[in-house]
């Protein structure tokens, strides 16, 4: 139900785009997590459709910004002054019943798309 898309191999510095799709299915959150080779899974940003507001972990907080579509059920992130540490694989994820406290918690989510790969070289 997710299809995520974007994920490449930039220079520190640059910038690249993520989106997600959701067919079939609407959901209040859609956000994304990483994860880097022999690292947890991790919270990156997540858009809270019943408030309309974004949310960011402390890492790519000035750097990423997460936005959604309504229309077509699709978030969108957006990653500029990339660097090195960012390299992993991105998991779009998405859920309906979160509360404030777990939308960084990825077990809190059901939903999970494929992953994409971005690599940031020095």
């Known amino acids: 139900q997710l299809q995520a898309s974007g994920g490449g191999l930039v220079q520190a510095g640059g910038s690249l785009r993520l989106s997600c799709a959701s067919s079939g299915r609407t959901f209040y959150f859609m956000g994304w997590f990483r994860q880097a080779p022999g690292k947890e899974r991790e919270f990156v940003a997540v858009?809270?459709?019943?408030?309309?507001?974004?949310y960011y972990s402390d890492s790519v907080k000035g750097r990423f910004t997460i936005s959604r579509d309504n229309a077509k059920n699709t978030v969108y992130l957006q990653m500029n002054s990339l660097k090195p540490e960012d390299t992993a694989v991105y998991y779009c994820?998405?859920?309906?019943?979160?509360?404030?406290?777990?939308?960084?918690?990825?077990?809190?989510?059901?939903?999970w798309g494929q992953g994409t790969l971005v690599t940031v070289s020095s």
């Open positions: 994820a998405a859920d309906n019943g979160l509360i404030l406290t777990s939308m960084g918690s990825a077990s809190a989510y059901d939903y």
């Open positions: 858009f809270n459709k019943r408030n309309m507001r974004p």
